[in-house]
Every structure is written in structure tokens, then in C-alpha cells.
């Protein structure tokens, strides 16, 4: 099992930037599928983008163009810059690692869009 922290979560206004991080405990990047997803309240947890082991990326409608997912293999950490942000991108972001039947969850940081 993988450990995973995340970081960088934070109240930003709208149009404003903001990057989170999540920090794996080993070098899990050339096996596992890394993705962020977030839950708004009331709202079901939804894939927000994703990066598979070999370098593909793929996000939800509503962040393409703004957010943009990466990894740094040296550091095991991986990103998501969070660019031109809404009030709807409001939510608890989690750090996701998964490979076949292994799933590894952060426990979550909270991003606020709000002037």
C-alpha cells in the first residue's frame, strides 16, 4: 500500500491560481494510474483528471484548458495547477493511486473559490 498526502488546498478568488501537490511514499509513477478527484458537499466524489504510467493524461469537461495535471518522478510527487478557477471548483480534493485491484486515497485538501 501506498501513502499519499496532499497539499496546497486553500481559498482562492475566482479567475485566481492555485496548485496542489500529493506526495507519494514511494516511486509509484511507472506502475500506478495517478489521479485528483474532488466531492462537493452534497455531491458525489468525480474524477477531476488523471495521469496513467505512461504519461497520458485525461480530465472532466469542465477543467479542460485550466487545469493541468503533471508528476515529478525525482520527487514522487504529483501536481494539479488549478488555472483560471470557478466558484463550482469548490471542493475537498483527493490524491488518487491505483493499479488493478490496488487503490490508494490522500486524505484530502479543501479548495475554496470565493471573492
Known amino acids: 500500500q501506498v501513502q499519499l498526502v496532499e497539499s496546497g488546498g486553500g481559498l482562492v478568488q475566482p479567475g485566481g491560481s492555485l496548485r496542489l501537490s500529493c506526495a507519494a511514499s514511494?516511486?509509484?509513477?511507472?506502475?500506478?494510474?495517478m489521479g485528483w478527484y474532488r466531492q462537493a458537499p452534497g455531491k458525489q466524489r468525480e474524477l477531476v483528471a488523471e495521469?496513467?504510467?505512461?504519461?497520458?493524461?485525461n480530465y472532466v469537461t469542465s477543467v479542460k484548458g485550466r487545469f493541468t495535471i503533471s508528476r515529478d518522478n525525482a520527487k514522487n510527487t504529483l501536481y494539479l495547477q488549478m488555472n483560471s478557477v470557478k466558484p463550482e471548483d469548490t471542493a475537498v480534493y483527493y490524491c488518487?493511486?491505483?493499479?488493478?485491484?490496488?487503490?490508494?486515497w490522500g486524505q484530502g485538501t479543501q479548495v475554496t473559490v470565493s471573492s
Open positions: 495521469i496513467m504510467n505512461g504519461g497520458r493524461t
Open positions: 514511494r516511486n509509484i509513477f511507472g506502475i500506478y494510474t
Open positions: 488518487n493511486a491505483r493499479a488493478g485491484l490496488l487503490v490508494s
